[in-house]
């Protein structure tokens, strides 16, 4: 079988960068793309930037032209459209950019697929976040969307427009609707690793404190490596589909900071402060996805569990901060 190329927009992301490791393994040749810019960030994907089936490449999901001269250019077989502007309380600062990533250029991709080569196969990256004010609980592929952000409502259009062109043109494009996903590679503006690196601080003396907001949020939280193993299966079906990624379970807040302390042999409830400025303006109370289409047709389902994640996650802000290497991914 002749080697598939691969495009992935946000490969400096965190799914980015595990997604690209998988295909490098699968034996994919991987087309990055990232966005022109003097601070961009490969951190996540230095350690394979020696790969000589890896290769960069300039793009911007608000320029159509940039991504038709892509396609062209680097002929993928498989496109992952992971880039957005990911951050959740960044969407109510800047709801238009927002709007113009997350939702508009997923449209600006799926037209240039449209032009270049129909045959292409296209992932979404949708989100959990598109529930929003939950209409069931679990939430499958049918639960009707009520997002509570601008971030929500973008990435509800982006998945729609997905739908939209794949019964329009035809096109095999698929919608993966992941629930949240962690790993050590998370930004350390998301809750789980503000915990584990507030935790670990507090652990090695550096700090006394770590202020939260809302504890008594509940999410599904999964490890972003096994999600994007979930990705790759959607394309490899004989037919396109959407489907719900998630665990199944469901924790708090509070349960996080509580298996994140005890870890260390701590009791978070002497080191967690609730500061009402991280409320956001419209919460998102209860997220736990039913996954079990997946599992069927996918074969899929995760190897870790949320205790082995945020352990996972704690030792690697142990190690980097012992050792002075930056944690804060952005």
Not at 110 to 121: F, K, S, W
Request: aromatic share 10%.
């Amino acid at each position: 079988m002749a080697e598939k190329t691969a495009l992935i927009t946000g490969i400096t992301g965190q799914d980015g960068s595990y997604l690209a490791e998988f295909l490098l393994e699968q034996g994919y040749r991987v087309v990055g793309m990232v966005r022109r810019s003097s601070t961009v960030n490969f951190d996540r994907i230095a350690h394979l930037q020696d790969k000589e089936n890896l290769e960069i490449v300039q793009g911007d999901l608000l320029d159509q032209m940039s991504l038709i001269d892509i396609l062209r250019e680097h002929k993928p077989d498989e496109v992952y459209n992971l880039a957005a502007q990911s951050f959740v309380p960044t969407s109510w600062k800047q709801p238009v950019l927002t709007g113009e990533f997350t939702a508009l250029g997923v449209t600006r991709m799926l037209d240039a697929i449209r032009i270049v080569n129909p045959e292409i196969r296209f992932y979404q990256a949708s989100s959990s976040e598109m529930f929003g004010k939950v209409r069931e609980v679990p939430q499958k592929e049918t639960t009707p969307f009520y997002p509570r952000s601008p971030y929500g409502v973008a990435k509800v259009y982006g998945h729609w427009i997905t739908v939209n062109y794949r019964e329009s043109y035809n096109l095999f494009a698929c919608s993966g609707i992941l629930f949240n996903h962690e790993s050590p590679r998370r930004g350390l503006e998301f809750v789980t690793h503000k915990v584990t690196y507030g935790a670990a601080r507090i652990k090695l003396g550096l700090d006394s404190e770590l202020r939260l907001g809302n504890l008594e949020a509940r999410r599904d939280w999964g490890y972003a490596g096994d999600y994007v193993r979930a990705m790759w299966l959607m394309l490899q079906q004989d037919e396109p589909d959407d489907y719900v990624i998630a665990t199944g379970q469901t924790h708090s807040v509070r349960r996080l900071c509580e298996v994140a302390f005890s870890y260390l042999g701590l009791n978070y409830e002497d080191y967690v402060v609730v500061d009402p400025k991280f409320y956001r303006p419209a919460e998102v109370d209860l997220l736990v996805g039913d996954s079990s289409k997946a599992r069927e047709k996918l074969g899929w389902e995760p190897t870790v569990s949320f205790e082995e994640l945020i352990a996972m996650m704690v030792d690697a802000d142990l190690q980097a901060i012992r050792e002075g290497k930056p944690v804060a991914w952005v």
